[in-house]
């Protein structure tokens, strides 16, 4: 799938064609620039719908109006379902053209219910098309917009090796499915020899993440299919590579059309990520809602907290959605909240218990601590992610038992 976009205009436009001609899509993407919009334009090579999405940029999503031109030539059965799934993206502000050489009536009407209602051949006509896009976008303004609901990205990333991020993520992501019912996806962000299958006791050493961004330019519903794999709690997981060799570079702007293309998929998307601030993790950062900086309240841990936090804050990144977990905390440590606050400079949004004997053996056994056992781990992480979702679960209430007096009664 081809994209460009032009940063002219005041008026943001998604311009997207479904298998059409090259030559045709540039002549109506000129006819469009000369209107003096600012157009976001993508170009399918095939049919789209709800099930085959296409990977769109944000700036093609998010444009306040829409117009798209789809071959019903090619298949026709095919164009109603895309012309459907379009008009749905941007609910009643998409214009719909049905492309067509022929003048079969029975063509025209299927296109007609479908939504489209103005209709070009090959032998395209600029000035007409030009009137028509004038008069589609009275019609848009006098429509209310209505905005999609995307999903949210929230990103792990551990001060130093050994903190409990991975566990936390995983247990975090499984509580969101089996708390609240939340179409969850997540992602082990690690380059080599990730640990979230492992810990769910699942195989997904077949595709993993990095290879998905990779295949942008044919990422669909249908190929993530065939990437995912899944916990029995219903949990999605895009796996870390379980071999020892160097990864290729990511490119960054590809990370996040991948990280914003997932979101329009899943409620939640979590993301596993390594302890490190390169190119790649800080475009995972910048596309993410929120940012978890997990530590323990050692020195070490503490020290190498600092020195992320002062280096989120010195670039251009968003540090009012960075969050500090501190991980194991005992009252019996040396370092107090109020310690650790003053050297970051940062609060301390979530204080977890030390269960590292219970974790260590759910890791073992790669079986997540259940949400039902009620442990000193488990209860903050239903809290945390009860916050998370915004919502509270409701306590499992149990009938007191009836005593003799009362059956007496």
Not at 120 to 134: H, K, N, P, R, V
Not at 137 to 142: G, V
Not at 320 to 332: A, E
Not at 375 to 380: G, N
Request: with cysteine; charged share 20%; proline share 4%.
């Amino acid at each position: 799938m081809a994209q460009i976009q032009y940063n002219s205009g005041l008026i943001s436009v998604a311009l997207i064609t479904v298998s059409l001609d090259v030559k045709l899509a540039d002549e109506i993407a000129d006819s469009v620039l000369r209107l003096a919009w600012a157009v976001h334009r993508a170009d399918c090579e095939g049919y789209i719908s709800a099930v085959k999405r296409p990977p769109f940029p944000p700036a093609v999503k998010s444009s306040s109006a829409c117009i798209a031109i789809i071959d019903f030539d090619k298949d026709i059965e095919q164009a109603v379902v895309a012309a459907a799934y379009i008009q749905e993206m941007y609910a009643g502000k998409a214009a719909m053209v049905a492309m067509s050489s022929s003048q079969d009536p029975d063509i025209l009407l299927r296109a007609m219910r479908a939504g489209c209602t103005e209709f070009i051949g090959w032998d395209f006509d600029e000035a007409a098309f030009s009137e028509t896009l004038q008069r589609l976008y009275q019609q848009w303004s006098t429509k209310s917009t209505q905005k999609a609901v995307r999903g949210e990205v929230v990103t792990f990333f551990g001060a130093k090796g050994g903190v409990g991020t991975t566990t936390l993520a995983v247990h975090l992501a499984m509580y969101l499915v089996t708390c609240h019912q939340k179409k969850t996806l997540l992602i082990d962000n690690h380059p080599q020899l990730g640990h979230a299958c492992i810990y769910l006791g699942i195989d997904g050493s077949r595709y993993h993440f990095h290879e998905l961004v990779r295949n942008l330019s044919r990422l669909d519903s249908d190929l993530l299919r065939g990437y995912i794999a899944t916990h029995e709690s219903g949990l999605e997981v895009l796996a870390s590579p379980d071999v020892c060799s160097g990864m290729k570079r990511l490119d960054p702007e590809s990370i996040a059309q991948t990280l914003d293309f997932l979101r329009g998929e899943y409620d939640y998307v979590i993301v596993d990520g390594p302890s490190s601030l390169d190119e790649t993790n800080l475009a995972v950062i910048d596309a993410s809602s929120e940012v978890y900086l997990v530590a323990t309240p050692e020195i070490a841990a503490i020290r190498d907290l600092s020195r992320y936090v002062d280096s989120l804050s010195q670039g251009e990144h968003d540090i009012g959605k960075v969050k500090v977990v501190i991980n194991r905390f005992s009252s019996q440590h040396a370092l107090t909240i109020e310690q650790i606050e003053k050297a970051i400079r940062l609060p301390v949004a979530v204080k977890l218990p030390n269960g590292y004997a219970e974790v260590t053996r759910s890791a073992i056994l790669g079986e997540p601590i259940s949400h039902k056992q009620k442990t000193d781990f488990s209860i903050p992480i239903v809290k945390w992610v009860n916050t998370l979702a915004g919502t509270a679960v409701a306590e499992e209430t149990v009938a007191p038992k009836k005593s003799l007096f009362s059956f007496w009664k």
